[in-house]
């Protein structure tokens, strides 16, 4: 595919859970331009049903990162593994605004970006079983306990990740919280539609997850990151 030229300023420089953000933050000017110029060609219509197989030209495996953040590990699972397809939902627009840039610069054929609400794109928008596995890497803790409910791992979004996913297929978490690791596994836990790679209420290891910034940062806060991995039956 032919990409349109495109020279980005400054390149150096009680509702429906839905995936909340606080604040957005301030954009850059670059940050900016890449929605404009680059969405429409990396981005995938987000009330349009992912016809996976015409989207990347191939049937190959599929992977789905839900909130992406910043793009660090989308982007290196993409670059690392070209024989996979990734798709990325984020609602911040800053962070889809990088992750583009970075996409753009690396000519990464095998990443698509969806930039919306990921409850509502799960809802409607991904094919039943269509995918090998779902990432979900440091989603919002939302701490305080009167705003536990806003929480996106909740039961209906684990039977919307149930519904995506080829049997067999691989459902990813990470938090560094260890109140909300525990929420996770709980509700993992009761869910009958998941098996435990590691056992039953076993944390498992980081395996070829990418390491983020946000990640070390946390680290030498001294939060302990707790990976958990399950298999859908």
Do not use: C
């Not at 939302?142 to 536990?148: D, F, S």
């Not at 290891?205 to 399950?230: I, N």
């Amino acid at each position: 595919m032919t990409l349109p030229r495109f020279e980005l300023d400054n390149m150096k420089h009680h509702r429906p859970i839905r995936s909340f953000v606080k604040r957005e933050g301030r954009m850059t000017r670059a940050q900016s331009q890449a929605l404009e110029k680059l969405l429409p060609v990396y981005g995938v219509p987000d009330k349009t049903p992912v016809d996976f197989d015409r989207l990347f030209d191939r049937t190959a495996p599929r992977y789905l990162e839900i909130g992406f953040g910043m793009g660090t590990s989308l982007l290196v699972m993409a670059e690392n593994h070209p024989e996979n397809d990734y798709l990325g939902i984020e609602v911040h627009r800053p962070g889809v605004g990088k992750t583009l840039i970075e996409l753009h610069q690396k000519a990464l054929g095998n990443l698509k970006i969806i930039n919306h609400d990921a409850i509502e794109i799960l809802n409607g928008s991904i094919p039943e079983e269509s995918l090998d596995g779902v990432y979900v890497f440091f989603p919002d803790p939302w701490q305080k306990k009167k705003h536990h409910k806003r929480r996106m791992v909740q039961d209906n979004f684990i039977h919307q990740i149930h519904r995506i996913l080829k049997p067999g297929g691989v459902f990813h978490l990470a938090t560094d919280w260890e109140d909300y690791a525990h929420h996770i596994m709980d509700v993992m836990t009761r869910s009958d539609g998941f098996t435990n790679t590691t056992g039953k209420r076993k944390y498992a290891s980081r395996g070829d997850r990418p390491e983020t910034k946000y990640e070390r940062r946390g680290r030498r806060l001294g939060h302990v990151v707790r990976d958990l991995v399950f298999n859908k039956v």
